[in-house]
């Protein structure tokens, strides 16, 4: 073989293994997929750090994200004004244009619908709680959204805002930042656990547009039962609604259409003076007033119910006055602010069968009173 030849044919091998072993940032091909979470694996600050005085906030994550995903699912609390964002594969920056606030406790919180290039998402909301000072807020609130079907409202956003004096009032609440935001997980449960002591009012809200915010006519709120919440607060009910009455369900029925029936009985504990029960199905929807005993527990009956299943809840309709046994449910308004009805429901769907009494349906409503 001619030397040039050799040379060339020697060349050839040496540049394809280099192509073979060149680096790569795109995944290897072949093999399956990665679908494990996207997950936060470090974060600077510390959770729960103190003395704090650095204005750079970095995260890693274990998978690649983009600035725009970001942007998009990130809060802080209470607001910082502007920042810089920077994104690098899996490692964020965050670089305040002002220092911050000393003494305070900063939350940053992740929208569970962060995704990865992947479009593998967060398995729960992600919060980053830090102090600029000695001490970090311990403040708590719990409680469960739920929707108007009682379903779970998984990924419900949660809007907590601080009652001040120079805040006293609820008009402003439909153009004010919330304090303080968390998002509930898929069971519709959430938790704030670094509040600053005090009482808030709070809304949950259906976050269809993903903006952290409420948007209203677009977007379903509840609110909740206590018009100032606490902190230690726990147990808390929001049931997801439309505001506008014309959108609110049917009145509900007082005789069954169908002759062959079932029934269902039960009872309720709660301190208010009057409770409705509702028993909501494909069927229908039927009403009737529970009678409290002796000892304040309220007992109730459905006696003719056509066979299928059925949601049942209850309510405790405002004011002294005793209810017509059809009124329904109240989920409070936003502006004038009047908190909701305390309501509560039985967890599982009760079926009913032809010449049959289902009992046993026990419900608790927790009130402010």
């Known amino acids: 073989m001619p ?3 050799r040379t060339m044919h020697v060349l050839l091998i040496l540049l394809l293994w280099l192509a073979g072993g060149c680096a790569t940032d795109r995944p290897p091909s072949g093999g399956a997929a990665d679908t494990t979470p996207l997950q936060v694996v470090s974060s600077d600050p510390e959770p729960s750090a103190l003395h704090v005085a650095t204005n750079t906030i970095r995260l890693t994550f274990n998978h690649y994200v983009t600035a725009r995903q970001l942007l998009k ?4 609390t209470p607001s910082i004004g502007g920042y810089d964002m920077t994104v690098d594969a899996k490692n964020t920056v965050l670089r305040m244009e002002r220092p911050l606030q000393q003494n305070q406790t900063w939350i940053i919180t992740l929208d569970k619908n962060l995704s ?3 479009g593998q998402t967060l398995p729960a909301p992600y919060t980053l709680a830090f102090s600029t000072g000695a001490v970090i807020d311990r403040g708590t609130i719990d409680g469960k959204v739920i929707n108007s ?3 779970p409202a998984a990924n419900a956003l949660i809007l907590a805002f601080a009652e001040h004096p120079e805040t006293a009032g609820s008009r402003k609440l439909l153009t004010r930042e919330p304090d303080y935001l968390v998002q509930a997980d898929a069971a519709g449960v959430f938790s704030f656990r670094h509040l600053a002591a005090g009482s808030y009012r709070i809304i ?3 976050d269809r547009n993903h903006d952290l915010r409420y948007t209203p006519g677009k977007e379903e709120i509840g609110l909740s039962s206590m018009a100032l919440v606490p902190t230690g607060a726990s147990d808390l009910l929001f049931r997801l609604s439309g505001m506008d009455r014309g959108s609110q369900a049917p009145p509900a029925s007082k005789t069954p259409a169908k002759t062959e029936t079932g029934s269902i009985s039960g009872t309720c504990i709660t301190s208010g003076q009057y409770v409705i029960i509702e028993a909501s199905g494909s069927a229908g929807s ?3 007033a529970a009678t409290r005993d002796r000892k304040g527990i309220f007992h109730f009956s459905f006696a003719e119910l056509p066979p299928g299943s059925y949601i049942v809840s209850a309510h405790v309709p405002y004011g002294n006055k005793k209810p017509n046994p ?14 909701a009805e305390p309501f509560g429901f039985y967890p599982e769907k009760v079926t009913v069968r032809t010449r049959w009494t289902t ?3 026990n419900i608790t409503i927790k009130t402010s009173r």
Do not use: K, M
């Open 359 to 361: 009992s046993n349906i």
């Open 3 to 5: 030397s040039t030849t």
């Open 149 to 151: 079907d009682c379903s």
């Open 73 to 76: 699912a990130l809060h802080v």
């Open 204 to 206: 949950a809200v259906h």
């Open 286 to 288: 039927y009403s009737t």
């Open 326 to 339: 059809e009124q329904q449910w109240n989920p409070g308004s936003i502006d004038p602010f009047q908190p």
């Open 116 to 118: 990865d290039n992947r």
